[in-house]
């Protein structure tokens, strides 16, 4: 059974791939290549003995998107990745974000009306909540006002969705991811910051290695345990598996409606020094930091309430912070040997 996977040599889309494969699905790849590398796919090949089949093309061209409908038929489902994700970013260059991260879907769900395939699951994120009156989080939470553009483009391509099954044969998963760390096991995949990384992990694990000199921690007067912000990271691996879930619940018609709405997160939350001190007990590395200013635009604590999709997907994260933390390292440390 063939799933179109966009964005499928970057982060989460590549451990989704792997996970993916090795639940029996035949994976076409589809990215541009504009925020990762062709090398991601014979390394995901390393992994699990096959290698999926690899399309480099832009979705926002409409075209190019209709003729790969053309070329590729039977594809019983489609999980759609492929987007820009830097929060800082969308905010200096709002249309560039509008224009990739709107456009692209647009083009995928024609390409999919047209080939009449039915299922998409969407990488939405919990940025759709802004920061929630009421904590753990849940889905039917309503959706406050978007800090970012990037948060903008995810509220609007749930509603594009939703509007869309409305009137075609369009089901949809929307799963809302917390904060995605760590990376495989086999060390051979993980997260590729080009530039400077905004998100805390990968920071920490270049200061630790010698990348940056100091991690800064934005703000220590927030109203949580220890004054650093609270976030639900969850191993991307566990996220992957997700993922199939929901396509083979798509596939398999137990989809109770044509749009349903997962969290994926831990249901725990950690402050940024649960972080640093999992790293460091994990790593053996004392990390350097210095506590800094709030970074404007960020929330004070969010995480998840994982009932919805424990229950319904049978789905339940596993891996702990220190597990995630210790990945993140050997992710790092192999990236220093190659
Ligand atoms: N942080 C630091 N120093 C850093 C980087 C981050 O202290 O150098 C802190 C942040 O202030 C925040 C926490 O670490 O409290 C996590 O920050 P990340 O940038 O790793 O993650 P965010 O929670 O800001 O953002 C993530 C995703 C977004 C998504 C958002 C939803 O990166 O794509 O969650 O809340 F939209």
Redesign the pocket.
Known sequence: MKILVTGGTGYIGSHTVVELQQSGYEVIIVDNLSNSYKSVVDNIERISGIRPVFEKFDLTDQKKTLDFFQKYSNIKGVIHFAAF???GESVQFPLKYYHNNLQSLVNLLNGMEQSKVANIVFSS???V?GQPDELPVTEQAPIKKAW?P??HT?QISEVIIENTSKVNSTKAILLR?????GAHESSLIGELPLGV????????TQTAIGIRKE?????ND?NTHDG????D?IHVVDLAKAHVIAIDRMINTENKKKIEIFNLGTGNGF??LD?INSFEKVSGQKLN?NI?D??P???EK?WADTRFANEVLGWKAEKTLDNMMLSAWNWELALKNK
């Open positions: 994700k830097a929060v994120s919990c940025t909540y970012s990037y948060g995810k991811y917390f904060n995605p760390i990384p905004n998100n805390l992990v990968p920071f920490i991690l800064s921690v934005f703000g927030y650093t912000a609270i976030r990271y402050s940024v972080v930091y800094v709030r970074r635009g960020d929330v969010v």
